[in-house]
Nanobody, 123 residues
Framework: SQLVESGGGLVQPGESLRLSCAVS????????IGWFRQAPGKEREGVSC????????FYAGSVKGRFTFSRDKAKNTVYLEMNSLKPEDTGNYYC?????????????????WGQGTQVTVSS
């Protein structure tokens, strides 16, 4: 697989997790990357994305100030640091890629997807 997520788990409200997305077969320099999540019975929604250059990062309003997107080009891996987690953050988290300069928080924009990693926030 070209995108492999890891780092999900079960945590209590207020705790933190760091998700990883290891990229193979292409380099981060050529692709914009997004993080998405999907809760049961709900549409997949954009959480955060980074432009190919790494110069711009966007966040959904619901996670702004709590989540941080970063990337390590040497490891060809992107991360999503999630702090102050809430029960409504529960879902399957995916990373996605598109060979284009600008990123968007729209799932239909991306054509490469990982398998996802489950995040459950519950007391």
């Amino acid at each position: 697989s070209q995108l492999v997520e890891s780092g999900g788990g079960l945590v209590q409200p207020g705790e933190s997790l760091r998700l990883s997305c290891a990229v193979s077969e292409f380099t981060l320099d050529d692709f914009s990357i997004g993080w998405f999540r999907q809760a049961p019975g709900k549409e997949r929604e954009g959480v955060s994305c980074i432009n190919r250059s790494g110069g711009r990062i966007f966040y959904a309003g619901s996670v702004k100030g709590r989540f941080t997107f970063s990337r390590d080009k040497a490891k060809n891996t992107v991360y999503l640091e999630m702090n102050s987690l809430k029960p409504e953050d529960t879902g399957n988290y995916y990373c996605a890629a598109r060979r284009i300069g600008l990123c968007k928080l729209s799932p239909e924009y991306y054509n490469y997807w990982g398998q996802g990693t489950q995040v459950t926030v519950s007391s």
